[in-house]
């Protein structure tokens, strides 16, 4: 088991919205953190001790979805209130709304290039923006019921979404057809997303289970049910040894898919954890419920060299071949209940070395740009509606 040293430790909290945090994104710099909000604010808070939080006004309703561009110079956000959002997370407080659907959008998502957005609606449907262009390419609309979430494979060339008809969908960007449809869902998927490598895919939802299926086999091959009630949000770690989920529990869970088990339970909130995500380098995490915190976690037990890990795999007595770094292991099927070795994580959240940071904010009545789009039908190129 791991040393105290190796434990995930709670570094600080961060207090600003009104209301429950429903997402929540690092910048790829690792110099703020990005998070959204029942109460239909942005926040920008900054890493650096006594710095300022940038509070971003102009979405109606709650936000959905969060997520920084490539380059961190922009921030999508998406809302109940049918539009997305591209900000300048600076002091401008600068955004460009897209009126992205005719019902709430659920999520948002860069493609890896930073040309790309992908948005999740009610409206049944997915649409694909140019970032650069601010403006609509092609919708993806198989799905029969309210779209949940939606996100790009790291290499761009697929998407995959999960909705409230109880499907998992794999899209070919470059055909625009559904390649594969995983309806192995006993409840409705809430939340989708690769790996980092683009492998692998894992949904998650109101059953409480997070499945992984191989990209290379279409096959199920981790199924994991350790939370107590739906699962919100997860987050895959950049090595693709570890995912870290967030439940209506209120616990967040963390996975170890090397040895395929629970390894860590950590207890920060009061009430579901709607949201959780790591940093870009994978030695932060973030985590947001419905207590209207955002709480910034260290890693530490990814510090472990892939060498260590190789040794520490090889003297088990399974039969099972030491894993490849780049795969999950076990191929098998396997169902994985809690389990009382896991560790149990407490953290007093008033005790951590942060205090509130001021915060200013920043409405929207002049610097937003409004975007009305065409929508294109395909066959004569004629306008269907104005959005």
């Known amino acids: ?58 979405h109606q309703d709650v936000i959905t979805g969060v997520h920084f561009s490539p380059s961190g110079n922009l921030v999508a956000s998406s809302s109940k209130d049918r539009t997305v959002r591209l900000w300048t997370p600076s002091m401008k407080g600068e955004s460009t709304v897209f009126k992205a659907h005719t019902a709430a959008v659920r999520s948002v998502a860069f493609s890896h290039d930073g040309q790309r957005l992908v948005t999740a609606s009610d409206d049944k449907s ?17 799905h029969t019921n309210w779209v949940r979430c939606a996100r790009f494979s790291p290499d761009g060339r697929l998407i995959a979404s999960c909705g409230d008809d109880h499907c998992v969908r794999l899209w070919d960007t470059s055909t625009k057809h559904c390649i594969n449809c995983f309806s192995d869902c006993k409840g409705s998927p809430t939340f989708v997303d690769f790996n980092a490598s683009g492998t692998c895919m894992a949904s998650s939802g109101a059953d409480s289970t997070l499945k992984i299926w ?18 919100n949000s997860f987050s895959f770690h950049p090595s693709n040894n570890y995912v870290i989920s967030g439940s209506s529990d209120s616990t967040i869970k963390i996975l170890d898919l090397l040895e395929g088990r629970l390894i860590y339970t950590l207890h920060g909130h009061k009430g579901a954890v709607i949201t959780v995500a790591f940093s870009r380098a994978g030695d932060l995490f973030a985590s947001g419920g419905a207590d209207g915190q955002v709480l910034m976690w260290r890693t530490n037990f990814d510090t472990k060299s892939y060498k260590d890990v190789l040794r520490q795999h090889s003297q088990r007595s399974t039969p099972d071949p030491s894993p490849h770094l780049s795969d999950i292991h076990p191929r098998g099927r ?23 940071p001021r915060v200013i904010e920043l409405g929207q009545a002049v610097h937003s740009t409004m975007i009305l789009l065409w929508v294109w039908a395909n066959v004569d190129g004629r306008a269907l509606t104005w959005l």
């Open 126 to 142: 997915v649409k694909v923006w140019s970032v650069h262009r601010r403006c609509f390419i092609y919708c993806l609309n198989q």
């Open 214 to 231: 191989d990209l290379r086999t279409n096959k199920l091959i981790q199924h994991y049910q350790v939370h107590s009630a739906g699962i």
């Open 334 to 356: 396997h169902l994985h209940h809690p389990q009382p070795t896991a560790i149990q994580i407490n953290p007093t959240v008033a005790d951590t070395q942060s205090t509130d």
């Open 1 to 58: 088991m791991a040393s105290v040293m190796e434990d995930p430790t709670l570094e600080r909290h961060f207090r600003g919205h009104k209301d429950a945090v429903t997402c929540a994104d690092f910048s790829p710099n690792r110099k703020q953190l990005a998070s959204g909000s029942a109460d239909k604010s942005l926040m920008i808070w900054n890493m650096a001790p006594k710095a300022r939080a940038f509070r971003f006004v102009g």
